[in-house]
């Protein structure tokens, strides 16, 4: 039992018991049945390790995803991940500290992304929408418009790769339920609920359950620390909720 001195607050009986399941496993007295399966989990862990760049641990975790059940083209996937996470860094950080340096300087002085535009662009973008609502975005965010409008060739590379890791079943190796909630548990180790509750609404919307999130966010607080639940964790299982 975690207690509250730990830093997390009051932490939910029910993510209690999924913390327990996993450390009981990792002592060697058997996987107890959960909402996910040992080969999932594993490939859950593994996304976690390889946000946090945890090389030891990154290698052990695609070892047990492999020995537990999951396919080389599965593992190959989800370590893909980790491409894309620079994205997250400019949704929380880099479009405010853009925004914050353009108060600082004349109108004449921003930044003109119009001299790099390809043939081409304005449909690209149009398509890029269309993907983006296909996928559950109801309106492009406002961050990602601003990257449209100063960057708009790191945007296009960015979808380019999320088009070919985030897949429509069957066109991916791992179920993009399954998908959806590691990059749930990635987005709670990087403290960035905005994205984690975006997630989650997808992910309930495609059948996933409270349960599942719940061993998620478990599995990421053991991997990163129970802080990542009071940061992160308890909006994602609320967000399901009252989804």
């Known amino acids: 039992m ?16 999924a913390i327990e399941r996993e450390l009981n496993y990792r002592l060697g007295a058997g996987d107890a049945p ?24 990154s290698q052990l975790h695609a ?19 980790v491409e894309l996470t620079g994205m997250v860094k400019w949704v929380m950080v880099g479009h405010d500290a853009l925004t914050a340096a ?13 001299k790099d535009a390809w043939d081409g662009q304005d449909q690209r973008f149009q398509d890029i929408q269309q993907y983006l609502q296909r996928d559950g975005h109801g309106e492009i965010s406002a961050q990602w418009r601003k990257l449209a409008e100063v960057a708009p ?5 960015y979808i380019t790769m999320r088009e070919n890791f985030v897949k429509p ?10 998908m959806e909630l590691a990059i749930i548990a990635a987005d ?6 905005w994205g984690a509750v975006r997630h989650t609404q997808r992910y309930i919307a495609d059948g996933g359950t409270v349960p599942e999130l719940v061993e998620a966010v478990s599995l990421a607080m053991i991997e990163d620390g129970v802080q990542c639940y009071k940061a992160c964790g308890l909006d994602v299982i609320e967000a399901a909720e009252s989804a």
Do not use: F, M
Not at 188 to 193: K, L, T
């Open 153 to 157: 060739a790191i945007l296009d590379g």
């Open 169 to 178: 079943d069957p066109l991916g190796a791992v179920p993009k339920k399954l």
């Open 34 to 57: 959960g909402s996910l399966s040992r080969w999932q989990k594993e490939l859950v862990i593994l996304v976690l390790h390889t946000v946090k760049a945890n090389a030891c641990l």
């Open 2 to 17: 975690i207690t509250e001195v730990a830093g997390a607050g009051i932490i939910r009986d029910d993510v209690q018991q």
């Open 102 to 114: 353009e108060g600082e300087v004349p109108k004449s002085q921003r930044v003109d992304a119009t």
């Open 188 to 193: 709670v180790i990087q403290s960035h609920p």
């Open 63 to 81: 070892r047990a995803a492999v020995k537990a059940g999951a396919t080389l083209a599965q593992v190959l996937q989800v370590i893909q991940y």
